[in-house]
């Protein structure tokens, strides 16, 4: 079983950065998918970024990040990242990684194994 914590939030001013981890412990299978949600309170968890781990390279990203946000990863530190540019005050949210066993990224909840327990990121003057 896979254990995923999650680590980097923080406060930020608009237009700043923040790089946030997903740190994977416990043994893993030798491919799956790694997922970015983000959720306010009383709305649905959102999908933000994803991106297979071994096998075939994929990475995705919602619209609402497109340009500013990249996912990415660190195979010897069992690590994602989800770096974060020109953070506006709707980024403001509980941040949380995925994995999903065997089965590549999917933009919907459900289809997750795995959850970390989130970070907050919090956009504001």
């Known amino acids: 079983q896979v254990q995923l914590v999650e680590s980097g939030g923080g406060l930020v001013q608009p237009g700043g950065s923040l790089r946030l981890s997903c740190a994977a412990s416990g043994r893993t299978f030798s491919y799956y998918g790694m997922g970015w949600f983000r959720q306010v309170p009383g709305k649905d968890r959102e999908f933000v970024a994803g991106?297979?781990?071994?096998?075939?390279?994929?990475?995705d990203y919602a619209d609402s990040v497109k340009g500013r946000f990249t996912i990415s990863r660190d195979n010897a530190k069992n690590t994602v990242y989800l770096q974060m540019n020109s953070l506006k005050s709707e980024d403001t949210a509980v941040y949380y990684c995925?994995?999903?066993?065997?089965?590549?990224?999917?933009?919907?909840?459900?289809?997750?194994?795995?959850w970390g327990r989130g970070t907050q990121v919090t956009v504001s003057s």
């Open positions: 995925a994995l999903v066993y065997r089965r590549g990224y999917s933009r919907a909840p459900s289809s997750y194994d795995v």
């Open positions: 991106l297979n781990w071994g096998g075939g390279s994929k990475e």
